[in-house]
């Protein structure tokens, strides 16, 4: 069974180690970042936060030790602080106000209140693009690579707290555009999650009811309200 909290840190992103940090300081403090990946960085989250809405299709690999590879495909809409991601066996819809997660197998709904800023989970897509501000994370450049004639950059992250569920995540950015192309993460546990970007589009205008749980479409759903 594939834990809820890898799909959803994985998922929402539309949008992170070990020999190559040792190579630069001794990567132990926040201060140890490499400027150049912050750089980087800040283009990526400046670029992002600069459009009123995005749209994107992506594939989401999710290897677990002893088990298949499943491979899905999924949709990202986000307008603000609004979202509706959209898997085969999964969906998360936020309002602002409400926060959806639909289990299609189990036809089962849980409606929460929307996670609150600071929060250390990457739950909402805007989070994959920032999350490295908010100081729990080394990060540094670690490679440049040409992918059917595109030159691409790789960061990779390494959690400060000795406690986090990952060892490194990775982030494969396109040079010339700033767009985020790959996120994978690799746990402790030995699973690895790998969400491709395949299709992208920035400023659609979205209606409220796109980020509206509408239960008339799935007869039969139990939603447990668990909000506060």
């Given at each position: 069974?594939?834990?809820?909290?890898?799909i959803?840190?994985?998922?929402m992103?539309?949008?992170?180690?070990a020999?190559?940090?040792a190579?630069k300081?001794?990567?132990?403090?926040?201060?140890?970042?490499?400027?150049e990946?912050?750089?980087v960085?800040d283009?990526?989250s400046k670029?992002?936060e600069?459009y009123?809405?995005?749209?994107?299709?992506?594939?989401?690999e999710?290897?677990?030790?002893?088990?298949?590879?499943?491979?899905q495909?999924?949709?990202?809409?986000?307008?603000?602080k609004?979202y509706?991601?959209?898997?085969?066996?999964?969906?998360m819809?936020?309002?602002?106000?409400?926060f959806?997660?639909?289990?299609k197998?189990?036809k089962?709904?849980?409606?929460?209140?929307?996670?609150?800023e600071?929060?250390d989970?990457?739950?909402?897509?805007q989070?994959?693009?920032?999350?490295?501000?908010?100081?729990k994370?080394?990060?540094a450049?670690?490679n440049?690579?040409?992918e059917k004639?595109?030159?691409?950059?790789?960061?990779?992250?390494?959690?400060?707290?000795s406690?986090?569920?990952?060892?490194k995540?990775?982030?494969?950015i396109e040079?010339?555009?700033?767009v985020?192309k790959?996120?994978k993460?690799?746990?402790k546990d030995?699973s690895?999650f790998?969400?491709?970007i395949?299709?992208f589009?920035?400023n659609?205008k979205?209606?409220?009811?796109?980020?509206?749980?509408?239960?008339?479409?799935?007869?039969g759903v139990?939603?447990e309200?668990?909000?506060?």
């Open positions: 069974m594939i834990d809820m909290k890898y959803m840190a994985i998922m992103s539309t949008f992170f180690l020999t190559s940090f190579q300081k001794d990567f132990t403090k926040v201060q140890d970042v490499d400027p990946a912050q750089r960085l283009k990526v670029k992002y600069a009123k809405s995005i749209e994107a299709t992506f594939s989401l999710i290897e677990i030790p002893e088990e298949p590879v499943d491979k495909t999924g949709t990202l809409k986000q307008q603000g609004k509706n991601v959209d898997l085969s066996s999964y969906s819809i936020c309002d602002g106000k409400n959806w997660v639909h289990n197998q189990n089962e709904v849980q409606l929460n209140d929307p996670p609150e600071g929060d989970e990457m739950m909402a897509p989070d994959f693009y920032n999350f490295y501000k908010k100081g994370y080394l990060y450049l670690t440049a690579i040409v004639g595109v030159p691409l950059l790789q960061i990779e992250f390494k959690p400060l707290e406690d986090s569920e990952y060892s995540i990775r982030m494969t040079k010339k555009t700033s985020v790959r996120i993460v690799f746990s030995g690895r790998t969400l491709a395949q299709d589009k920035a659609k979205y209606t409220a009811a796109d980020f509206i749980f509408n239960e008339k479409k799935f007869p139990h939603i309200d668990l909000r506060f």
